[in-house]
């Protein structure tokens, strides 16, 4: 009941039609999965478009790592050899049956002990000097570099551009989706607000563990322009699968144009009347009445009284195409509009643990919910003043010169609205009490 079809969803565990495997069939399959995996192995490789890939070298980061990789693999493949020659050769010469007298001992030869530890001692020199080299390429932040703060919580993320102060007052930030230029290192800093999670973008460059009350630093970077996908790496709760970012790298003048518009935005103010404008009263106030609690609360929208951090930055959620933390994509602007699209956000606002397991969000539909460990009552909304605050929501645009999305290309979307098998919201019935799992457990 509380499942979310996401995937295209095969049955598991079915078993074969014909009972076991016969043996003619077992080597067909391994040499399909033999080439599945080398057609992989090879794609990424080639920094075609692929979903989650260290094997983009379009990115600095990767390339190194590929550099070292090849160095260690190459190693790796020489030792093994002339390993097995001598081992092959050795048993082959001293065979039993072709000596009957025990064989020479070289317990006491100086000369073959010490080259047996000098050499293996070379071995690891040369990958450590390695090692330490791309490290040493990776590792400096440099003052000039574009710096992003990171900030994992349970189950979504925060970017934000400690550089730029918002005109609105407070630093713009944006929830879910990371806006960064390409052709340089771009600078992150990394945390987490509760548990561990993973910061993990591999087609920008490797992975980091975003540690509460810990900042790490580390350098992201690609020379190509488009949106990449972005994951938890670390098992972090229900929705640990369903917390997803999108990285969107730009060149360097529509970064700053995004950049530039970012911090000149405030919330449009919505035209008197308007679905928008009861929309943005909830959002501020909530409903007093049924105890339904105001967004504003969790939520920032620059430019409005709107500051809550508890929850993630929604100043440009009109401009986003991902819902959820990344859990359902929308990839371009028509599917963002389509009545999909609405469904899920209406079904989010309403009852957000249900469509999203461990999500800490308040319910809208009367039903329980986990607010810091204990069970609370969630306030009621109409469905008329749920879709009201989403139509305030997706008025939260940037102005379209700075829409990163347009024109950018992206790499490994699951797009659900384009996609037959796409996500299907459970049906929502007011009032029924979901056990929802507690996010830190
Ligand atoms: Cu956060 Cu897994």
Known sequence: MNTIHRHSGQPQGTPPPHGRL?????????????????????????????????????????REVAFMSIFAIALSIIIFVGV?????????????????????QFHGNNRLELILVVVPVIIVMFLAVLTVRSMAILNPVA????????LGRQFWWNFSYPETKADAGGT??????????????????????DVIHGF???????????????????????DRAGVYQGNCSQLCGASHANMRYKVVALDQERYNTFLAAAKAYRAPEPAADSPEARGYAIFMQGKPATGALACAACHRVQGTPAAGAAGPDLSFFGTRRTLGAGMWEFMTEEHWETPRAKEILHAWIKHSP??????????????????????????VLTDEEIDDVAAYLRGLKLPEEANYWNDTPVYGSSDAAASDTAASVPAQTAKTTQP????NQ
């Open 22 to 62: 016969s043996h003619q069939k077992l080597r067909r399959t391994l040499g399909t999965a033999l080439a599945a995996g080398l057609g992989v192995t090879l794609l990424s490789g080639c920094g075609s478009q692929q979903l989650l890939s260290i094997g983009d070298l379009s990115s600095g980061y990767n």
């Open 84 to 104: 097995s020659y001598a081992l092959f050769f050795t048993v082959n010469k001293f065979r039993e049956d072709k000596h009957t007298a025990e064989p020479a």
């Open 143 to 150: 003052e000039t570099s574009t710096k992003i703060d990171v």
């Open 172 to 193: 713009v930030t944006n929830g879910n989706e990371m806006i960064m230029p390409i052709k340089q290192d771009v600078a992150l800093t990394i945390t987490s607000g």
């Open 200 to 222: 993990w973008a591999p087609n920008v460059g490797g992975q980091r563990a975003a540690m509460p009350a810990t900042l790490k630093t580390w350098n992201v970077d690609t």
């Open 354 to 379: 249900l469509v999203k397991p461990g999500s800490l969000m308040p319910t809208y539909d009367g039903s329980e919910y986990l607010a810091s460990g204990k069970k609370v009552k969630g306030g």
């Open 436 to 439: 929802t799992p507690g996010g």
